[in-house]
């Protein structure tokens, strides 16, 4: 208890002395303290940042916070490739941000990341057609999913927002590696602070469906994870960090039932952040100079440097989690 009230104080430092400036945000970081960065001002259009010649990929990137993400990488003038699940949507969302942003070096990939053969045969591709990689965004994610088992024998949530990314992430490293600097971003929820570890849980054991609690437990593991993958990439340009996005008025409540959406949609319309609100945090960690460098962290929706859940600090359970997902995608 005392030490939940010791985070929740360090996390909601004053404001006003959170730092602005690259050099000391660096520092920061580096010394694990947290409240740094950029609360609530960063400018993804004040951000002169250009991205002509890079390559990124952004997955879910045809509606919500990831076509936002997409549409800003493509507005300067980064080779995007949208990675998403279904043709129709993803057609829709690519001739918009092609349209919005002048830039037709944006592209279409298909990829359902809850069936690890479709995350191969996604990597695949592009380690065939994509000579250089240098921002991966992994922001597709479902929440409120019925309870399933996919085909590979994983719960379905797991699958989509954790196993599938961490596959497709670990596929992509030589490529990134071979492209550094580069930086991986992976869109978790402040709701990982609500979810446990239990590894029975990856084959639909040992769960229960309320409301958002098998969604918080594949975003805690989202968090930890990263934090390991950015430990065993020290050294090699490219860094890994983990953020919130926001409470966002997106599609993401669409498996709940109607009353929820209909409250959420209601007190969204006053309290929530807009799709293109709720991107800010992820541009920041894949854009900005005052980024560069920064590895293993969990950002806030206002861009700010906070500590993620005491179960994502524990250096000893990232590394079990870490090897448990590699044994689990090697063998599937
Ligand atoms: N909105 C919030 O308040 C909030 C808060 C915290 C964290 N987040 C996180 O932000 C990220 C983006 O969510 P959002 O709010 O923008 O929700 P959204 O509007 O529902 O968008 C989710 C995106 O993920 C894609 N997706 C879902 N399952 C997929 C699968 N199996 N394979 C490939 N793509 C899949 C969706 O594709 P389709 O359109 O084809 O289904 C869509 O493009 C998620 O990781 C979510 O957990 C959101």
């Known amino acids: 208890m005392a030490d939940l009230a010791r985070e929740q104080t360090v996390n909601k430092l004053d404001p006003s002395k959170a730092f602005r400036g690259k050099a000391k945000l660096k520092q920061l970081a580096q010394g694990d303290i947290v409240g740094a960065g950029q609360r609530g001002s960063w400018d993804p259009r004040a951000c002169l940042v250009q991205l002509k010649g890079k390559t990124a990929i952004v997955t879910g990137a045809n509606t919500g916070i990831g076509k936002f993400i997409a549409l800003d990488f493509a507005r300067r003038g980064a080779r995007v490739i949208m990675a998403c699940r279904?043709?129709?949507?993803?057609t829709a969302a690519l001739q918009e941000i092609?349209?919005?942003s002048g830039n037709t070096n944006v592209h279409l990939r298909l990829?359902?990341?809850?069936?690890?053969?479709s995350v191969r045969a996604f990597v695949e591709g592009v380690l065939r057609e994509e000579k250089e990689l240098h921002i991966l965004v992994n922001n597709a994610g479902a929440s409120g999913l019925p309870g399933d088992i996919t085909s590979d024998g994983l719960e379905v949530s797991f699958a989509t927002n954790h196993v599938g990314p961490f596959l497709l992430t670990n596929l992509?490293?030589?490529l990134l590696k071979r492209s550094a600097p580069a930086r991986i971003v992976n869109v978790s929820s402040v709701n990982h602070w609500r979810g446990v570890v239990d590894f029975s849980h990856f084959k639909g054991e040992n769960l229960a469906y309320t409301m958002d609690s098998v969604y918080n437990h594949t975003k805690l593991h989202n968090v930890i994870c990263t934090n390991e993958l950015a430990q065993r990439l020290?050294?090699?340009?490219?860094?890994a960090n983990s953020l919130?996005?926001?409470?966002?008025?997106?599609?993401?409540?669409?498996?709940?039932?109607f009353l929820v959406r209909f409250l959420f949609n209601l007190i969204g319309i006053f309290f929530f952040k807009s799709s293109e609100e709720g991107a800010v945090s992820t541009i920041y960690c894949a854009v900005a100079e005052?980024?560069?460098?920064?590895?293993?962290?969990?950002f806030d929706s206002d861009c700010s440097l906070v500590l993620p859940a005491p179960l994502a600090r524990d250096p000893a359970l990232a590394v079990k989690d870490f090897e448990f997902c590699e044994r689990l995608t090697s063998k599937l």
């Not at 005052?290 to 969990?298: D, Q, V």
């Open 86 to 90: 279904n043709e129709a949507r993803g």
């Open 98 to 100: 092609r349209k919005r």
């Open 111 to 117: 990829v359902d990341t809850s069936s690890l053969a």
């Open 172 to 174: 992509l490293l030589d």
């Open 234 to 239: 020290q050294g090699t340009g490219v860094t």
């Open 244 to 257: 919130h996005p926001g409470v966002v008025m997106t599609e993401v409540m669409r498996h709940y039932n």
């Open 290 to 298: 005052e980024t560069e460098g920064i590895t293993g962290k969990y």
